[in-house]
């Protein structure tokens, strides 16, 4: 029975990875059958295939490795048409990641706690709500904290969402200190031995020294409660802007310990190739995907089943 629920639940996570993945899927793998379907492998096919994956966001260095992966198996004559680049490709991306830099860490005793952070219109409030939802069906109690008290509805918008997933928020009105949220939340995690704490942060871009400072002042206030956290640092991205996400990721990896990336929006984009490239240009393990709108809409990142999905026919 258990063996069957198990498969059950995985067969239902690919099925939203491939609906998610459709318009990836289209853009990049059926441009890539176009283009080595009945032709053999040579120079020329590599170049083309090249400019391919970039054009689908993998960006120069992921796509960089494939194609020397690619070449040193050409050479070896273990790649010898188009038709078996498409195998190759899956083979190559599903040894990309390990697996332990995808699991959550979590507290050995105590609230587990995960700081989110991320610019403004890059999906995080949604992405916390999706989180909350997820670790919810892990049978974990949730409480989320508001501490983007800077930004205008930021408070009202978690509200709605921790109401509607079920779980406990707690929060200061527009413009408090968002130190002082952190520390009530974490007081109030410990004294209702919540599982995991979730705690929402102002967007802020990496010119913004005030809230830089701002993030650091949570750690530390953080810390003084709950003194190994926070377990994670999550990144919110939206996939929908591609390399440009990468740079993102770049610069907060400059003022923020971070330990992984939630991959927003990513069935809103033809360029998913973005999964990829952040593995390879930022060493950092995406996490989690979103891909779609409900709470439900979110993955656990398995390069298995990502690459299941993205090759789907």
């Known amino acids: 029975m258990a063996f069957g629920f198990i498969k059950k639940a995985l067969g239902q996570s690919v099925e939203k990875l491939r609906t998610g993945l459709t318009r990836t899927r289209e853009a990049l793998v059926g441009s890539l059958r176009t283009l080595l379907t009945g032709r053999k492998l040579d120079q020329q096919l590599l170049d083309e295939l090249r400019q391919r994956l970039i054009t689908a966001d993998l960006g120069v260095v992921a796509t960089d490795h494939i194609i020397n992966d690619l070449n040193a198996a050409w050479k070896q004559g273990r790649v010898q048409s188009g038709d078996q680049v498409l195998t190759f490709l899956q083979e190559d991306m599903r040894a990309y990641w390990p697996v332990e830099s995808r699991a959550l860490k979590f507290a050995l005793s105590g609230p587990t706690v995960i700081l989110v952070t991320g610019i403004n219109g890059a999906g995080k409030t949604t992405s916390i709500a999706k989180l909350g939802q997820y670790l919810k069906n892990q049978n974990k109690t949730v409480m989320v904290a508001a501490c983007d008290t800077f930004r205008a509805a930021a408070v009202d918008q978690l509200t709605i969402w921790s109401e509607r997933i079920g779980v406990e928020i707690v929060k200061h009105q527009m413009g408090s200190d968002p130190a002082a949220v952190a520390f009530d939340a974490c007081k109030a995690a410990v004294a209702r031995n919540i599982d995991v704490l979730i705690i929402d942060t102002a967007g802020r871009l990496h010119t913004q020294d005030h809230l830089m ?29 591609g390399q440009n996400a990468i740079r993102q990721a770049e610069e907060f990896t400059k003022s923020v310990e971070l330990t992984g990336i939630f991959l927003a929006k990513l069935d809103g984009t033809a360029k998913g190739g973005i999964v990829v490239a952040i593995r390879r240009q930022l060493n950092l393990p995406v996490k989690f995907v979103g891909i779609g709108e409900t709470p439900e809409d979110i993955a656990p990142f398995n390069p298995d089943e990502f690459v299941e999905a993205l090759f789907a026919t």
């Open 213 to 241: 400072r701002e993030l650091q002042k949570i750690r530390r206030v953080i810390q003084k409660i709950i003194p190994a956290a926070p377990h994670e640092s999550l990144l919110v991205l939206d996939a929908t802007i």
